[in-house]
């Protein structure tokens, strides 16, 4: 397969993950999801991941787009069930708005891109954003802009590479997740072929501990109604 060819998949995969680690209203967005996924699971990475996007398919047509916002609230909103940070500052130094920030707050500078502050309420090194931006440079890549197809590397090198397993370990041991549990499962097959992409080894270290918080369990509060959050700007894949 071509570069052009690999890349243009590298585009597609990360903006779904993108889009499934962001809150969604837009109904076309779920849309754009369901057919993102079905063309992937005909085309899978390898057998694990094919596994996992049949799942996920299957979890689709059975359900609502409303059943995928549910899981996704529970999962990364509510104070009701087990904590997931974020921020890759948080999976390096235990705490947000760490140097892990100001490193793709850097990245960002160096880009074309820029986050809309009246749209995108979280910081840089969100998750979700850096995902979004990895997609973004990719697309540019795709354009032969050799700036970003260096910022690209550097992101992942500097920053995915570094934190994405223990944000992976997380969601997919979440007690609530499904439909997450397999994407879980799609993005560390995912992150693995990155690597190698990259000519990249996995980190070989321990998760940070948890300085801020006590046990899931002592840290369980009533239920809350919480503000929704818009990331419309970077929910599109």
Known sequence: MANNEINKARVVYYGLFASL????????????IKNTLKVLGENPLDK??????????????????????????????SLTSSYIPVSASY??????DGKKKLEMLDFVLKSKFRRDENIYKESEDNI????????????????????????AKDVFKDILNEVIDSFINRVYAHENAEFYKDLALVLKVFMEFERHFYSLKAPIKEDVQDIKRLSEKDQKKPAEKRVKKNFEEFASI
Request: aromatic share 14%; hydrophobic share 35%; charged share 30%.
């Open 48 to 77: 694990h991941s094919k596994k996992a996007l049949d799942n996920m398919n299957s979890f689709l047509e059975k359900k609502s787009a409303n059943n995928l916002k549910d899981e996704m609230n529970i999962i990364f909103y």
């Open 91 to 96: 999976y390096d130094e235990a705490r947000d």
């Open 21 to 32: 680690f962001t809150f969604f209203e837009n109904t076309n967005n779920y849309e754009s």
């Open 128 to 151: 979700a954003f850096i995902l979004s931006f990895m997609s973004k440079l990719i697309n540019e890549e795709l354009q032969e802009d050799k700036n970003s197809q260096e910022i």
